[in-house]
């Protein structure tokens, strides 16, 4: 199972992103997706959560409002859109699938790096 996340980078404050991951060596339509996120020094935390057909989301307190995942599984592809970025948005962002907790997950990516800069 592959999951390669990309579209992370350099944002200013107030900026927005999409984040993409594409998924292989799995049945995509059958696996919920998420996002997470490690910020240094931080523990890692959920973003967002997608059920396996995109009709039923879950949004943390801390990007509710401002960000929308999404998917499609005909490019076994899951995205995160982020709005109103703020400098604590910086972080390794995880694309994963197959939730067991909020944190634990069977399959994670390598991560994308975004900096949000004030």
């Known amino acids: 199972v592959q999951l390669q996340a990309f579209g992370g980078g350099l944002v200013q404050a107030g900026g927005s992103l999409r984040l993409s991951c594409a998924a292989s060596?799995?049945?995509?339509?059958?696996?919920?997706m998420g996002w997470l996120r490690q910020a240094p020094g931080k523990a890692r935390e959920l973003i967002a959560t997608?059920?396996?057909?995109?009709?039923?989301?879950y949004y943390a307190d801390f990007v509710k409002g401002r960000s929308t995942i999404s998917r499609d599984n005909r490019k076994n592809t899951v995205y995160l859109q982020m709005n109103s970025l703020k400098p604590e948005d910086t972080a390794v962002y995880y694309c994963?699938?197959?939730?067991?907790?909020?944190?634990?997950?069977?399959?994670w990516g390598q991560g994308t790096e975004l900096t949000v800069s004030s």
């Open positions: 060596g799995l049945t995509f339509s059958s696996y919920a």
């Open positions: 997608i059920n396996w057909s995109g009709d039923s989301t």
């Open positions: 994963t699938a197959g939730a067991k907790t909020d944190t634990d997950w069977d399959y």
